[in-house]
T-cell receptor
Framework: GQNIDQPTEMTATEGAIVQINCTYQ??????LFWYQQHAGEAPTFLSYNVLDGLEEKGRFSSFLSRSKGYSYLPLKELQMKDSASYLCAALDSNYQLIWGAGTKLIIKP | NAGVTQTPKFRVLKTGQSMTLLCAQDMNHEYMYWYRQDPGMGLRLIHYSVGEGTTAKGEVPDGYNVSRLKKQNFLLGLESAAPSQTSVYFCASSYSGRAQVIPDTQYFGPGTRLTVL
């Protein structure tokens, strides 16, 4: 079956660095997306990887290892507004997005 | 440019009632999607459309019907609502699910919060 795993919740301190991990198992693979979702709002696109390595995009870079079925989202210099859920989603061989349940990031002052 | 809009934003139904959720996009996107989001679970695809006049089933289509009569609109219908359909419903759209280089990003509407009593 197809599956996306990510931690349910993480806590970090304002100004710190945190890494949100995601592992995936899909039938075929056409890339991995990260979305941010603030409470009560719609998901918004953060980053996309299809090749191994780090995709740098300002504060929201993302890393992918296809051989390990693994991605992570490194968040630097955390701000209170970064408190949100971070959704990992893999694109399968049919170009359908398989979504993880999301990681709720709580940032404390 | 409003992006993706959804109506209504909130609705409470009684078991057995019917309703239609409307999604509209003004970005000329070909693909449109209906998802539901429940606590502790990822977004689950209900139905999707790859163009005007076409629809297809997603992961959890039972109890729902859809129509795409116009390119900019995608309707989700519940013929006989059940408490299990209490959820937040998101509509999304994208240029295409199979772009050449980078699969196109899905843009989401604000969601409809539906409660079935």
């Amino acid at each position: 079956g197809q599956n996306i795993d990510q931690p349910t919740e993480m806590t970090a301190t304002e100004g710190a660095i945190v890494q949100i991990n995601c592992t995936y198992q899909t039938s075929g693979f056409n890339g991995l997306f990260w979305y941010q979702q603030h409470a009560g709002e719609a998901p918004t696109f953060l980053s996309y990887n299809v090749l191994d390595g780090l995709e740098e995009k300002g504060r929201f870079s993302s890393f992918l290892s296809r051989s390990k079925g693994y991605s992570y989202l490194p968040l630097k210099e955390l701000q209170m507004k970064d408190s949100a859920s971070y959704l990992c989603a893999a694109l399968d061989s049919n170009y359908q997005l398989i979504w993880g349940a999301g990681t709720k990031l709580i940032i404390k002052p | 440019n409003a992006g993706v809009t959804q109506t209504p934003k909130f609705r409470v139904l009684k078991t057995g009632q019917s309703m239609t959720l409307l999604c509209a996009q003004d970005m000329n996107h070909e693909y449109m999607y209906w998802y539901r989001q429940d606590p502790g679970m990822g977004l689950r695809l209900i139905h999707y459309s790859v163009g005007e006049g076409t629809t297809a089933k997603g992961e959890v289509p039972d109890g729902y019907n859809v129509s795409r009569l116009k390119k900019q609109n995608f309707l989700l219908g519940l013929e006989s609502a059940a408490p299990s359909q209490t959820s937040v419903y998101f509509c999304a759209s994208s240029y295409s699910g199979r772009a050449q280089v980078i699969p196109d990003t899905q843009y989401f509407g604000p969601g409809t919060r539906l409660t079935v009593l």
